[in-house]
């Protein structure tokens, strides 16, 4: 049977097309039951639909600021959609201890740094300033501090001479896409667990070559 995933998003929604195309393989272990927005805006659920999947949003702006309220609803769909893990993908809204301990150990993200480095916004920008030789993307299991959790996969690649945030954020972009999928492939096969903070099985483990780059 195939785990079915929720996808959250805020926004253009590139990683959830690389967990869509890759749900679209015969052999792989997961099915989209639902993609969801925070905002109507979000360019990603034209992109769901147009790939046959159901895509809702539930504004958070009539919540105003009751953020357990507007998670609620978010969970509301996810459990009638018949969800079992949830992987955000760029999705822009801190959650609460609430919502995170209603999903126990599924709870997957996306962040653009080498975590426990750069956690929060302008990881990119604060990577360059930083002068990192190396910088890259992580896929966590989901705690309620934000950015923490156990590591399920990384992907890493060369910082270089004359990048700018957007140079390397493409190049970090290109490793996310690489990184989420097999990621996802491996935990909803269970070959890829969590037993308290601890990993279990084989993490993912991603290099953009000097050559590739
Ligand atoms: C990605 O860089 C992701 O790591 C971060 O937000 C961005 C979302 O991009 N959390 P997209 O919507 O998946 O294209």
Redesign the pocket.
């Known amino acids: 049977m195939k785990r079915r995933i929720g996808i959250l998003?805020s926004?253009?929604?590139?990683?959830?097309e690389a967990l869509i195309r890759a749900a679209a393989e015969p052999e792989a272990p997961f099915e989209i039951a639902l993609v969801l927005a925070n905002n109507p805006e979000a360019g990603?659920l034209e992109k769901a639909r147009a790939a046959g999947l159901r895509a809702e949003s539930v504004d958070h702006r009539p919540f105003k600021g009751d953020r357990e309220a507007h998670e609620r609803a978010l969970d509301a769909k996810l459990r009638e959609a018949g969800a079992e893990i949830l992987a955000f993908?760029?999705y822009m809204r801190l959650l609460t201890p609430w919502f995170v301990e209603a999903w126990p150990d599924a709870i997957l993200n996306?962040?653009?740094a080498l975590l426990p480095s750069f956690k929060g916004l302008h990881t990119h920008e604060r990577a360059l300033e930083a002068g990192v030789l190396w910088h890259g993307?992580t896929v966590h299991l989901v705690r309620p501090a934000m950015d923490e959790g156990p590591i399920l996969g990384q992907a890493a690649v060369p910082a270089l001479p004359g990048d700018t945030a957007e140079s390397l954020g493409a190049r970090v972009?290109a490793q996310?896409h690489r990184l989420y999928p097999e990621v996802l492939r491996r935990f909803a096969s269970g070959r890829l667990s969590v037993q308290g903070e601890r990993v279990l099985g084989e993490p993912v483990v991603l290099r953009a070559d000097l050559a590739e780059s």
């Open positions: 998003i926004g253009r929604g590139s990683n959830m990603g993908a760029g996306i962040h653009p993307c972009l996310e």
